[in-house]
């Protein structure tokens, strides 16, 4: 079945600094892409959704890159301030199912 | 406002006592999700329900039960609660595969 590899596990980088954090995956039907924020002892939130049909989408301080054809899915933060000091997850779903596969989450900390 | 309450927020119990987490949405989502997220780690499946009374085990279902008798309700159940299930627990909507799951705020269960 599909396996999701997220890395790295901890990241930490200065204020102002660009981040990136990757996931993998294996199965080639997977079509429905999803970034969470975890702050501590909080829920997740959505950060973004990513479809199978395209291949960047911009938020408010970051970009999800899908390079379809590697597989692989990347969470860019540019210029990292303070609150974005969080756990992040990945989460894979294929077409055919409401089944999520989670990466294992990367825990980053912006330094001052 | 679109929202998943989960009640309790915390719980403590004594091992061998029988546990009840609630969960529910106003948003008629059919499929609904309960996760276990142990510190510094990414969500396991407990279980996934995709409508009243039809529930599919996750990847970690021993030790846990659900119930869904309502579309907005989903339950789980420990029955004779074990010191290894202290973990916090995470209930989650989707209303179509090509949607986010929306989390709850997430109940925190410790079993003494």
């Known amino acids: 079945g599909e396996q999701v590899e997220q890395r790295p596990p901890h990241l930490s980088v200065r204020e102002g600094d660009s981040a990136v954090i990757t996931c993998t995956y294996t199965d080639p039907n997977s079509y429905y892409f999803f970034w969470y924020k975890q702050e501590p002892g909080a829920s997740l939130q959505l950060l973004m959704k990513v479809f199978s049909s395209t291949e960047i989408n911009e938020g408010q301080g970051f970009t999800v890159l899908l390079n379809k054809k590697d597989k692989r899915l990347s969470l860019n933060l540019t210029a990292a301030h303070p609150g974005d000091s969080a756990a992040y997850f990945c989460?894979?779903?294929?077409?055919?199912?409401?089944?999520?596969?989670w990466g294992s989450g990367t825990k980053l900390i912006i330094k001052p | 406002d679109m929202k998943v309450t989960q009640m309790p927020r915390y719980l403590i119990k004594r091992m061998g006592e029988n546990v009840l987490l609630e969960c529910g949405q106003d948003?008629?989502?059919?499929?609904m999700y309960w996760y276990r997220q142990d510190p510094g780690l990414g969500l396991q499946l407990i279980y996934i329900s995709y409508d009243v009374d039809s529930n599919s085990e996750g990847d970690i279902p021993k030790g846990y039960r659900v119930s869904r008798k309502k579309r907005e309700h989903f339950s789980l159940i420990l029955d004779s609660a074990k010191t290894n299930q202290t973990s916090v627990y995470f209930c989650?909507?989707?209303?179509?595969?090509?949607?986010?799951?929306?989390f709850g705020e997430g109940t925190r269960l410790s079993v003494l």
């Open positions: 989650a909507s989707i209303r179509d595969r090509n949607q986010a799951p929306l």
């Open positions: 989460a894979v779903s294929a077409n055919s199912n409401y089944q999520l596969i």
């Open positions: 948003m008629s989502h059919e499929t």
